[in-house]
C-alpha cells in the first residue's frame, strides 16, 4: 500500500487543519508534559517530619523554652516568641542552596556521636545580636549587605552560638546525653563540609521573634544510633520546667485562702429528744478532751488533731494525716 500523500492530499490536510474539520491530537504543554500530569522526582526527598520523630520535637521543643532564657539575658529585653517552625529531611546540597547570605555557619561535633551537626544563624539575627551588644536596641532596620562577617563581628557572633551550643545540650539530655562543642566557624557555605553533598541530612528551623532564625542540620547518617530512641513511648520524659511560670503558680498557691473547720463530735438523737431539748441540757459526745479530733479542709477531711489553747484562742494540734502518718512536727492552726 502506497503511504505517500500526494501534493494535493498535503494542500487539503493543511487546509482542513487550518478551518478546523480535521481534529488534532491534544497539544503538549511548552513545560513538556501534557495537560494534566504534572513532574514527581522519584530520587529527590525533601519532606516534613515534624511529628514523625516525637523525640526529636520533644527536644527541640525544651530547647525554645531554655533559649527563650538564654535570649533575653543576652538581649536585655523579654523574648517572647520563640518557635519551632518545621523540620525536614532533605539533601545537605539542598540545604547549602536554601540559605541566604551572609550567614554564620558553625560545625559542631555531638559527642559521643561520630560525625559533625551545623549551626547556622542567618544575617538578621547575628546583626540583631551585635547591634544589642553595642549599646543599639537590637530591633533597628539595617541593610544585609553581600558580604561577610568582620572578625570582630565573628568574635561576637561566637558568645552568641555558644549559650545556643549549651542549650541545646541541655535539652537532649531526655533522650540522650550528649556532649556538644563548637568545632569552626564559616561565613561560606563552599568551605562547610559535613557530609557529602547528596547525604540526607535533618533541618530544625527556628524563629526567634522578630530578630532573625536559625536553623539546626544534623546528618541521618550519625543519628542513626538513636533511631529507637526516637520511636520510644515519651511518656516518662522529663520536660523543662518554666521557672517564671512556676514562682507564680506558688505565689498564687500561697495565697489562696481556705475554709478550715474542726468536728469536735458527733452524737445521734431522736427526733423525740431534739424536740424536748431545754435550755441548759447537756449532749454527750463520743469525744474526749484527749481524743483526736478530724479537720476538714475546703469540706474534705485531710488531717487530725488534738485540742488547745494558744495565746489565749482555742487551737489544736495537728498530731496526724488522714492515712495516720505521724508529721515530723507538731504543728497549731488556729480553730475557725
Known amino acids: 500500500m502506497n503511504q505517500i500523500l500526494s501534493q494535493e492530499e498535503v494542500d487539503a490536510l493543511l487546509n482542513g487543519i487550518k478551518s478546523g474539520d480535521v481534529t488534532t491530537e491534544s497539544t503538549v504543554k511548552d513545560n513538556g508534559y501534557s495537560d494534566g500530569c504534572q513532574p514527581f522526582d522519584f530520587i529527590k526527598n525533601n519532606r516534613r517530619m515534624k511529628g514523625s520523630f516525637p523525640a526529636v520535637d520533644m527536644v527541640h521543643e525544651v530547647f525554645c523554652r531554655k533559649?527563650?532564657?538564654?535570649?533575653?539575658?543576652?538581649?536585655?529585653?523579654i523574648i517572647e516568641n520563640i518557635s519551632l517552625r518545621d523540620s525536614r529531611i532533605l539533601k545537605y546540597k539542598d540545604f547549602l542552596r536554601s540559605i541566604q547570605l551572609p550567614a554564620s555557619f558553625h560545625v559542631i561535633r555531638m559527642n559521643p556521636l561520630r560525625g559533625l551537626g551545623l549551626i547556622v544563624l542567618d544575617s538578621k539575627l547575628a546583626f540583631s545580636f551585635i547591634d544589642c551588644l553595642l549599646g543599639g536596641r537590637g530591633d533597628s532596620t539595617f541593610t544585609v549587605e553581600d558580604r561577610e562577617f568582620t572578625t570582630i563581628e565573628q568574635s561576637l557572633i561566637k558568645k552568641l552560638n555558644v549559650n545556643i551550643t549549651a542549650d541545646l545540650q541541655k535539652s537532649w539530655v531526655s533522650v540522650y546525653p550528649l556532649k556538644i562543642e563548637e568545632v569552626s566557624t564559616e561565613t561560606n557555605p563552599q568551605f562547610v563540609s559535613i557530609c557529602f553533598p547528596s547525604d540526607m541530612v535533618m533541618v530544625t528551623s527556628i524563629d526567634v521573634d522578630i530578630l532573625g532564625a536559625l536553623?539546626?542540620?544534623?546528618?541521618?547518617?550519625?543519628?542513626?544510633?538513636?533511631r529507637g530512641k526516637f520511636s520510644k513511648n515519651l511518656s516518662g520524659m522529663k520536660t523543662d520546667v518554666d521557672v517564671n511560670w512556676r514562682k507564680m503558680m506558688l505565689n498564687q498557691l500561697v495565697k489562696t485562702k481556705l475554709d478550715l473547720k474542726v468536728e469536735l463530735g458527733e452524737v445521734k438523737i431522736t427526733g423525740k429528744q431534739l424536740i424536748s431539748l431545754r435550755q441548759g441540757d447537756v449532749i454527750f459526745l463520743k469525744n474526749g478532751p484527749s481524743d483526736e479530733f478530724p479537720i476538714f479542709i475546703e469540706g474534705k477531711q485531710k488531717l487530725r488533731g488534738t485540742p488547745g489553747s494558744m495565746k489565749g484562742n482555742k487551737a489544736i494540734q495537728v498530731m496526724n494525716d488522714i492515712n495516720t502518718r505521724r508529721l515530723g512536727n507538731g504543728r497549731k492552726s488556729k480553730r475557725k
Open 67 to 77: 533559649l527563650r532564657t538564654t535570649i533575653s539575658s543576652l538581649f536585655g529585653k
Open 215 to 226: 536553623d539546626i542540620c544534623v546528618p541521618m547518617s550519625i543519628l542513626e544510633p538513636l
